[in-house]
């Protein structure tokens, strides 16, 4: 748990003045659970900086601000690997929408993304309820999603280009006159 004053939250990570950096950091630190108590009300923010270069910003509102970050995804960290099963179908039933958070003002600029229970239902692997009951979309998770759902669009477009050159080469040895054998 973050501490402010300087104490060590662990992993090696210490805290001070809102800053979070390495100490003596262990190999498994990024495995850790490692949450930032604040009040909403009273907001506060803090600066991680890992390795000595590798920075993020954490505001308690829920923001976090980085220029890149990588999630583990090498095979020897994974177990019971299957392909998914109709993306195509799970994509279709989303719902994209355009929105602003309750807290923001009217004049601040909407939002696009998905209503986490809507994704839920159709994508529950994706979804995580916090410990205030809010529930949340790991959205990066939704990429392999759209691959396999591209992919198999890409299968259905393939099938209807070769159904379609068999009906033109039809059409075509009995009309070549017609537009479509030019």
């Excluded at 979309?137 to 396999?148: G, S």
Aim: glycine share 8%; proline share 2%; hydrophobic share 35%.
């Amino acid at each position: 748990m973050w501490k402010s004053g300087g104490v060590d939250v662990g992993g090696g990570l210490n805290v001070s003045g809102g800053i979070i950096s390495t100490v003596n950091a262990t190999q498994d630190w990024w495995q850790r659970n490692i949450e930032a108590k604040c009040n909403r009300k009273n907001m506060a923010a803090y600066t991680a900086t890992l390795n000595g270069s590798d920075t993020f910003y954490v505001a308690c509102a829920g923001w976090i601000y980085s220029q890149g970050h990588y999630l583990g995804s090498d095979i020897a960290l994974k177990k019971d690997i299957e392909p998914l099963e109709n993306s195509l179908q799970k994509v279709l039933n989303l719902k994209g929408v355009t929105y602003r958070f309750k807290t923001d003002s009217e004049n601040s600029s909407k939002k696009i993304g998905l209503v986490a229970q809507d994704v839920e239902k159709v994508v529950p692997e994706v979804v995580q309820e916090g410990r205030d009951g809010i529930k949340m979309v790991a959205y990066q998770n939704l990429v392999a999603l759209v691959i396999e759902a591209t992919k198999e669009q890409q299968s259905q477009i393939n099938m209807l280009k070769v159904q379609n050159d068999a009906l033109k080469t039809i059409v075509c040895k009995d009309h070549p006159e017609k537009a479509i054998c030019q």
